[in-house]
């Protein structure tokens, strides 16, 4: 019964934090520009700092950003792509070849322990991988070949609708499947795994297959063109819509962001917009800084550090939407 | 000792894990590897690191053409640059996923079940063809 007028509040506020971070993204324009400015000067951008200078900050920039990510309970890529196009001076180009490495790069280095532990499940990835790494590629060119001021524009509304989704969304732990459709059940997608705190063993399925896998046509777009990675969808609709425990959701999504950017990032690897001077230590530094912040999870205040993720991504996506306006 | 927790995980989502441990940490290795060898000048770049400040601010064609850079696959005929070099760990971590799926088709197939075979074929094809950069020219 208050289920309702709770919902309605979220949203409401939800819609005054989109509104806000609009306004504060754009009145203060002019500090996101000498904000910008003084990342320049510091980053050499305009100035005569060596070159050797930018593996460096970089290095140290994703470093933190890993640590956030991780506590925040966000991917890396999805950080990396506004905070870096909106506060450094290299092109959304590149920026997306490399947060599109970023993501890859973890997922990758996730997954064999994810699978191991049957946390990620070959049988629920595979179908859904096939859909979103295909549409990937069409994001992917999609996304190069649009201008530049629309791709920014579009960036900046998907990072706001991220911030209000992590601000919104609420997953369950193990949602209730009474019966499994006749595609998820064609597919076998189900599975057990082993809760390691308490020692049972969970068997789980799906149910509302095929929206799941419809809307994983436009993940994977999204995906391609932003070089976001996609955890930030995959997971609810894996979770909420078709139904798998929150683990299994959290460590497929994981596992299929592998899959999905792979096919995404040959794309602008072919294309020439990986640049390894910023791309590798983006890479290493965010791996890096994932390692720390796991072993930081147990110490941090990850509720708090997430409202300020969420309020970063909603003043990097009023930016974006900023220079995409050409404001 | 650990293998009674892995019981109920099928044996090629098992091994695929394997190869994806061994590929993955093989790759980023030999990406930090590669990129000390550009960054201490160890082997000349293909585009001076001066030239890449000052284009990496503009769109990816502006690169190509200052940089004369390559695209598609081009990328492996300048492995004695320093620039180029760290493509190969690159490369590698992108082709990981490909090659992790071969052996899944045959594993599927032995458990003789031909849909995940084709669903793993026709995800090698998708990730070949992304891979094979044949589409392309769209990049602004």
Redesign the interface.
Known sequence: MRAKPMRTTILVAAACLLAAGLVWAGADAGMAVEGAAAVNAMT??QSDMA??M??IILLGFCFILGIIAVLAGVGGGVLFVPLVSGFF???L??VRGAGL?VA??GA??A???L????LA???LA??V??IA??CA?VGA?MG?????NVVQLCLGGTIMFIAILLLTSKNVVRPHVEKQDAIGL???MN????EPSTGE?ISWKTHRTLPGLLLFIVIGIMAGMFGLGAGWANVPVLNILMGAPLKVAVGTSKFLL??TD??????Y?????????????S??GL?LGSFVGVRLLAVAKPKFIRYMVIGVLLFSGGRALMKGLGM | MNTA??D???K???L???M??Y???G??AL??IT?LI??FGVMDPHVS??T??EV?????HE??TVGS?????GWSTLLNKG?FL??L???L??G???VCYIP?VIAYLKKKDP??AA??V??IL??A???S?I??G???
């Open positions: 050499g951008a070159w050797w930018w593996p001076p290299f092109h180009d590149f490495l890859l790069a990758l280095a997954g064999p322990g699978l191991r532990r049957n499940s070959l049988r595979l179908p991988a096939l790494s295909a590629i060119f190069l070949a649009l201008p530049t064609a597919l076998g599975g057990v795994y082993t063993v592998s899959i792979t096919s995404a990032a040959w794309v690897l072919n294309q020439g917009c990986v640049i390894p001077l910023m791309a590798i230590p890479i290493i791996m | 927790k892995y109920k995980t099928p090629e989502q098992i695929y894990a394997s994806l441990f590929g993955c940490w790759g980023l990406m930090a990129y550009y960054v690191m001066e890449v400040t990496w601010s503009k769109p990816v690169y190509l850079v390559p695209v598609g696959w620039d760290n493509f760990g690159i490369a971590l992108a990981m996923t490909l899944l849909l995940f669903i793993a026709a995800e998708v990730l063809f992304a891979a950069g589409v392309g769209g990049a602004h």
